[in-house]
């Protein structure tokens, strides 16, 4: 309990520090640091204390996974704008659906966001087994199909337990 | 003479951004129907502000204002693909059918 306590304060205030950018008065760094007890004090009455109520354990998992999920990103926007100039010949719109592999809730909404953040792609309905997606073009479902995104969130969430 | 450098970095970051806008609005106007639209949409959404938000964040004078530009883009990159899926969830609810190619490959409508 006192570790979660700990890393939220040291969470708010690193977060406090940052956004208001003001480290010299004294008065305001004391006002910060009131502010900061009140919402750790808050957070515990709420009974909300616990593993999630920070990220500090998620950034290794996450720094895992981004730079995958950018790369791939970049090459999605790459495609799309290319699509566009190319008009509405180029596009062969579906709906299509994957099988998820993710146990967790927040395996699969990892999962059904990275989809979607990847241009080309959007998630419309997701499922205890499956997710259904729209896609823009064939190619773009058999990139979901290989399972690479599939596997690295996978990963993920494995990396969170 | 790292003020220029970062200067270039920054400027290129910030028109190939620019770029990408405009090109998700043309395809906002250009593609068929409103999943395809989202689709272009989403160039705006993801690495059109990821490069303006990195630019800007190169001509950030303090660290406060860099960390702000970082947050804003954590949060665009976590809000941005909720709210295109709540779009298209929507839609799909409501049964509207995606724009398909036409069998003989020509397209049905414009």
Same mark, same amino acid.
Do not use: F, H, P
């Given at each position: 309990m006192s570790r979660y306590v700990f890393s939220l304060t040291l969470l708010l205030t690193i977060v406090w520090l940052l956004f208001s $950018?003001?480290?010299?008065y004294v008065i305001i760094l004391s006002l910060g640091a009131a502010s900061v007890l009140v919402t750790v004090w808050l957070v515990g009455r709420m009974n +909300? +204390? $616990?593993?999630?109520?920070?990220?500090f354990h998620m950034l290794p998992a996450a720094l895992r996974y981004w730079p995958w999920l950018m790369g791939q990103i970049v090459l999605a926007n790459l495609d799309v704008a290319r699509r566009i100039f190319r008009g509405p010949a180029s596009i062969d719109p579906r709906i299509a659906r994957v099988r998820t592999l993710q146990q967790t809730h927040v395996g699969r909404t990892i999962m059904a966001n990275s989809i979607t953040l990847t241009p080309g792609t959007v998630t419309l309905k997701v499922t205890e087994q499956e997710i259904e997606y729209y896609a823009l073009t064939a190619e773009a479902v058999e990139d979901l199909e290989t399972g690479e995104m599939n596997r690295r969130s996978l990963r993920f969430e494995e990396d969170l337990s | 003479m790292i003020g220029v450098v970062l200067d270039i970095l920054s400027w290129s970051l910030l028109m190939s951004g620019s770029a990408l806008l405009v090109i998700g609005g043309i395809g906002l106007i250009r593609m068929p129907d409103f999943y395809s639209r989202i689709q272009a949409a989403g160039l705006t959404d993801t690495l059109c502000s990821i490069l303006i938000l990195l630019g800007l964040t190169l001509q950030a004078d303090s660290i406060p204002l860099a960390a702000k530009l970082l947050f804003t883009l954590a949060f665009l990159l976590f809000t941005g693909p909720t709210a295109a899926h709540a779009l298209a969830k929507a839609a799909r609810h409501d049964g509207l059918e995606p724009w398909r190619r036409a069998p003989g490959g020509a397209s049905s409508k414009r």
């Open positions: $950018g003001m480290w010299t +909300l +204390l $616990g593993r999630d109520s920070e990220a | -």
